[in-house]
């Protein structure tokens, strides 16, 4: 059974939240440039990891939590990324999010976690 797809015509902003050693995905800018970015709890950093993986995906900088080492015990931070204005789109058109993560979660109490929040809206609220 195909489903039906329905055109998105509103702002999407992504919000990551996240309890990780470090979680990467490619950023379009120069270091220490958080181009309309911003951070809760001050843990997320914007450069090259020297732990972890050691590198980004592709070219350019990466956003983690602490790039050069673990992240603080008990910690809730997140990484929100300014809105995104999506084009209209018809016929068998998509819009995809995509993004690269790597993660490496304490194990003590299993409470570490991480989170990717869409949230759509008109702009009238």
Same mark, same amino acid.
Request: include cysteine; aromatic fraction near 16%; charged fraction near 20%.
């Given at each position: ?6 055109? $998105?015509?509103?702002? !999407?902003? %992504?919000? =990551?939240?996240?309890? $990780? $050693? ?11 440039? =958080? /181009?309309?970015?911003? !951070?809760?709890?001050? !843990? =997320?950093? %914007?450069?090259?990891? #020297?732990?972890?993986? @050691? ?8 956003? @983690? #939590? !602490?790039?050069? @080492?673990? &992240?603080? $015990?008990?910690? /809730?931070?997140?990484? %929100? ?7 209209? %789109? ?24 991480? &989170? *990717?929040? *869409?949230? *759509?809206?008109? @702009?009238?609220?």
């Amino acid at each position: 059974m195909k489903k039906k797809r329905t055109a $998105l015509k509103r702002s !999407v902003g %992504i919000i =990551w939240f996240y309890f $990780l $050693l470090i979680c990467l995905f490619a950023f379009n800018t120069y270091a220490d440039e =958080w /181009d309309g970015w911003t !951070v809760s709890n001050g !843990v =997320w950093e %914007i450069g090259v990891p #020297t732990a972890g993986p @050691g590198a980004c995906h592709g070219d350019g900088d990466c956003a @983690g #939590t !602490v790039l050069d @080492g673990n &992240y603080p $015990l008990q910690d /809730d931070s997140r990484l %929100i990324s300014p809105v995104f204005e999506l084009p209209a %789109i018809s016929g068998d058109e998509q819009i995809e999010l995509r993004f690269w993560q790597w993660f490496n979660y304490d194990g003590g109490d299993g409470n570490d976690k991480g &989170y *990717v929040q *869409v949230s *759509v809206w008109d @702009g009238s609220a």
